[in-house]
């Protein structure tokens, strides 16, 4: 399973509130496409949602976020990390 950082971009004012639903929403659905959405950051003042999550394919991705209602608008793979 690669790793792949998402983002999302219009999201203006989101709150705590309507990311963690959109999170679970996600998280609901992910299994269907082997999909696991790890962690999700917003910044209400850009609009932009960042999602990391682990996934056979980008495709996969965009799959689960399109049926949840928030399609991606970029993704990228994230081939190196360190903690």
Do not use: N
Not at 2 to 23: R, S
Not at 70 to 81: D, G, K, N, R, S
């Amino acid at each position: 399973m690669a790793t792949y950082m998402d983002v999302h971009t219009g999201m203006k004012g989101i709150t705590t509130e309507q990311l963690a639903a959109a999170h679970r929403a996600d998280l609901a659905i992910e299994k269907d496409e082997g999909v696991h959405f790890q962690r999700a950051w917003a910044d209400p003042v850009s609009g932009h949602v960042y999602c990391l999550s682990e996934a056979p394919s980008a495709e996969a991705v965009q799959r689960i976020h399109e049926r949840t209602g928030h399609p991606a608008a970029e993704i990228h793979p994230v081939p190196i990390t360190v903690s």
